[in-house]
């Protein structure tokens, strides 16, 4: 079983950059894919990216592509979300969510991954 944490949100203006962590605990850390999703205000909860168990693949939802990158160090069990050019429309909550998967898979649905973190907060003034 793997807990995750959050961290890294606040405010920032558009075009600025803010850099999210999520760190996990347990042993097997680098036997999960990690994605990192959002959820603002009267939507559902979006996928924002994902990587891969040992950090080769990564895929991005279409509204990010370019602009976020997602990185995993399994010796210190973080995923990070850098999220560079931000915009208005990138406020939400950030959650990152884990499953315990093949080394190839990256999950891209909220329903596939089975632990979540609490959110942290990321708001874009324009």
């Known amino acids: 079983q793997v807990q995750l944490v959050e961290s890294g949100g606040g405010l920032v203006q558009a075009g600025g950059s803010l850099r999210l962590s999520c760190a996990a605990s347990?042993?097997?850390?680098?036997?999960?894919?990690v994605g990192w999703f959002r959820q603002a205000p009267g939507n559902d909860r979006e996928f924002v990216g994902g990587?891969?168990?040992?950090?080769?693949?990564?895929r991005y939802g279409n509204a990010v592509k370019g602009r976020f990158t997602i990185s995993r160090d399994n010796d210190k069990n973080t995923v990070v979300l850098q999220m560079n050019s931000l915009k208005p429309a990138d406020t939400a909550v950030y959650y990152c969510a884990a499953r315990y998967t093949s080394p190839r898979l990256v999950p891209t649905t909220r329903d596939e991954y089975g632990y979540w973190g609490q959110g942290t907060q990321v708001t874009v003034s324009s």
């Open positions: 347990g042993p097997t850390f680098s036997n999960y894919a």
């Open positions: 990587i891969s168990r040992g950090g080769t693949i990564t």
